[in-house]
């Protein structure tokens, strides 16, 4: 799983305060404060209990991936960081899977134009 700007540069600061101790080789993201691994089965049952716990006992560990990736880019950041992030090969790729375009966005889209067009007409 790609690690963001914030969570690399902390994981960075950790790993120089631990030194010769650090024990992250592997890159990941589900540590424990030394960045020794937290295994699969212990981050799926912690996930299960806290969806369970608002309601979504369905939900999947893979869905909130899906749901990082719409919420991104409908919050405007732009396709190549949510790619970068993704650790997609490729844009069109991570637009093709992700890229629904949801009423908000067009919404948003036309409100974009509007302002645009009564810019120029001023």
Known sequence: MP?????????HR??????????????????????????MQTVLKRFKRIAAKIGRPDARF???RHTYAVMSLQEGDDVKTV?????????SFTLDVYGHVSEKMKQESAARMDRF???VKA
């Open 3 to 11: 690690r963001t700007k914030n969570t690399r540069a902390a994981q």
């Open 14 to 39: 950790e790993r120089l305060a631990m030194g010769i101790d650090w024990q992250n080789e592997m890159n990941l993201v589900f540590t424990y404060p030394d960045d020794s691994y937290i295994p």
């Open 62 to 64: 893979h869905d909130l």
């Open 83 to 91: 790619q970068q992030n993704l650790g997609h090969a490729t844009a």
């Open 117 to 119: 067009i009564r810019k």
